[in-house]
Nanobody
Framework: QVQLVESGGGLVQPGGSLRLSCAAS????????MGWFRQAPGKEREFVAA????????YYADSVKGRFTISRDNAKNTLYLQMNTLKAEDTADYYC???????????????????WGQGTQVTVSS
């Protein structure tokens, strides 16, 4: 019933751009903070970006700050991640999810009750 479906991944050359989309259904999308996470081969899942339910605040990992932009369209129940100036180290599976804000107010993680999707693959290679 509750679903998050990511799309937009693919193969891109270094320096190129991709836009990921996440279609949400089965819950009140506009009431939840949302985020993007990624996991590269042999690496732990890491936080990429988050946006609050009312679109007032956005947060980014240092590794993507200035290159990636998170946005949402609550009317369409859709979350986006615009990725520019892609690097080989951006290669990973990307997941959208409901996101929980840490006690420090700026860190984000997946709690037990957070919902996340199947992911979309992004490969950056020449």
């Amino acid at each position: 019933q509750v679903q998050l479906v990511e799309s937009g991944g693919g193969l891109v050359q270094p320096g190129g751009s991709l836009r990921l989309s996440c279609a949400a259904s089965g819950f009140t999308f506009s009431s939840f903070n949302m985020g993007w996470f990624r996991q590269a081969p042999g690496k732990e899942r890491e936080f990429v970006a988050a946006i609050t339910w009312n679109r007032s605040y956005t947060y980014y990992a240092d590794s993507v700050k200035g290159r990636f932009t998170i946005s949402r369209d609550n009317a369409k129940n859709t979350l986006y991640l615009q990725m520019n100036t892609l690097k080989a180290e951006d290669t990973a599976d990307y997941y959208c999810a409901t996101a929980t804000r840490g006690r420090d107010g700026s860190s984000w993680y997946l709690a037990n009750d957070d919902v996340w999707g199947q992911g979309t693959q992004v490969t950056v290679s020449s």
